[in-house]
């Protein structure tokens, strides 16, 4: 009986809604890149963002409190010695993968950085993906973790949204991360279900060598090879740098995130090493 | 020659690490529940978070600032009036799983609740995982919506957070739930990828009928058929109820929750029924 019920009420409501449409009532959401507005009914609005010194906030892939400042003091000569089996695995897998990957961009490392982040956001998601649906499979609380790797694939993204304001990226360049991302993304899925651990290790190793090819990329900005132009706006915003950046300074900040994302990775492989789930260790929330 | 050098100088840095674990230097991250500790050389310790009233915060699985009063007096009646054809396939879609649906839990809200709110989480991270893949293949921008479908999939998860500390599942509960999920996941990550209109559609209609669920759950809990137990203590950090809640007032703000989940993803299949993609409307983040 009460599905019918139910039946009867919505007939109504359909009728209040279209009455709702025709007054007019519907509210627009404001177009992301100009005028285009959405009519609904839905109206949902977005909170109008200002930031601290009461200027609008542009964005709308990020908002203020997922800004931060970067932690520069962060050690990053760390290295995790390949020990176990698996842990070689993971060092030669990442080893190998460094070599085709400098002969391809060599020292343009404004390109390679764009490129790259397209990539280094993955695991993040996937890793954050399979552990909501296992916490929800098993009800099991997740300590954490399912927040933390998201929010490594999120910085990761911002690094994306930065480097891609440097370099534009040219139709056979966005097919070739079209064709990496389908395979990586499968790969890392896979890695991940059937060992995290050794998924933890790789994304631990190609941290690493993130951090390494920063390095290199200060360099040659130092040398003057790469031009040492204004930080991206974004940047600015994202890693709250003073209004005068330059790209210096961001390849500084991201840097530093590498190293956390190191930390992180490493520190999780460690855990299932040690016989247990990450949930059983608080993860590091907003380690930045 | 640089690739050379790299390796040498790790050499000497897992020298380096392999003094600092024997010197005893490792941390120790706190189990989650109990005195089970991880040794690392990362050492990434968490933050030591505190409520409030400054007494020790419980939860790993969320912080403090992901809590948040619910808007009760969010309209529970709205509906969206199917009238394109793909408007009408996800309301029957929806409809025709409500029926066995009714018929397999009866009037158990509770177990009921347990039971789909595994469900309830996955739309929002198979959307939110897409969102970012699509973000970082095209290198654009995801107007927030990533981060809003992630935090509903964040939401739905406390829900059943709250509803496994009510209802306890047997094994073979646990086992229909693994294969629910499995086909769910599948079933919406390739509707998402067809059609993420109708994928959004039939979200929008799923909590409408979660809605009607909750109000069916608060009748009983009137009527004395459920009993009305004390709220459970994540439930009260993570709504900032009062001390004193009870069952029925979680019900409440869950049934909140629900009609804010029905607005944005309605919101969603609008902005795509208009010709628009979801980048261009910023999404409405931290909408509870
Ligand atoms: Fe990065
Ligand atoms: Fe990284
Ligand atoms: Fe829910
Ligand atoms: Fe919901």
Not at 55 to 81: G, M, Q, T, V
Not at 186 to 211: C, D, M, Q, W
Request: with cysteine.
């Amino acid at each position: 009986a009460s599905t019918l019920a139910l039946g009867e009420r919505q007939q109504e409501e359909e009728k209040k809604k279209v009455q709702a449409g025709s007054d007019g009532g519907a509210a627009a959401g404001g177009g992301g890149n100009g005028n285009k507005s959405i009519v609904s009914y839905w109206g949902v609005e977005p909170a109008k963002v200002t930031k601290e010194d009461g200027s609008e906030w542009r964005w709308n892939c990020f908002r203020p409190w997922e800004a931060y400042k970067a932690d520069l003091s962060i050690d990053l000569s760390k290295h995790h010695a390949p020990v176990t089996f698996l842990d070689k695995v993971a060092y030669w897998t990442v080893k190998a993968l460094r070599f085709p990957t400098d002969l391809f961009f060599q020292r343009r490392y404004g390109w390679r950085a764009m490129m790259l982040e397209t990539v280094a956001a993955v695991p993040g998601m996937v890793g954050g993906m399979l552990l909501h649906c296992k916490s929800l499979r098993r009800f099991e609380h997740s300590g954490g973790w399912i927040k933390a790797l998201l929010e490594e694939a999120e910085n990761e993204r911002m690094h994306l949204m930065t480097f891609m304001e440097v370099s534009q990226p040219r139709w056979y360049e966005r097919a070739l991360v079209f064709a990496v991302q389908g395979v990586f993304f499968n790969a890392y899925f896979l890695t991940y279900l059937i060992s995290p651990k050794l998924a933890h290790r790789i994304v631990g190793y190609l941290e690493e060598e993130a951090i390494h090819s920063y390095t290199e990329f200060l360099k040659e900005l130092d040398k003057g090879t790469i031009e040492n132009v204004p930080a991206p706006a974004i940047a600015v915003d994202y890693w709250r740098l003073p209004k005068n950046s330059t790209l210096r300074d961001v390849v500084m900040v991201v840097r530093a995130d590498e190293a956390h994302h190191r930390d992180v990775n490493h520190f999780a492989s460690d855990i299932h090493y040690q016989g247990h789930e990450l949930k059983e260790a608080p993860a590091p929330i907003g380690y930045h």
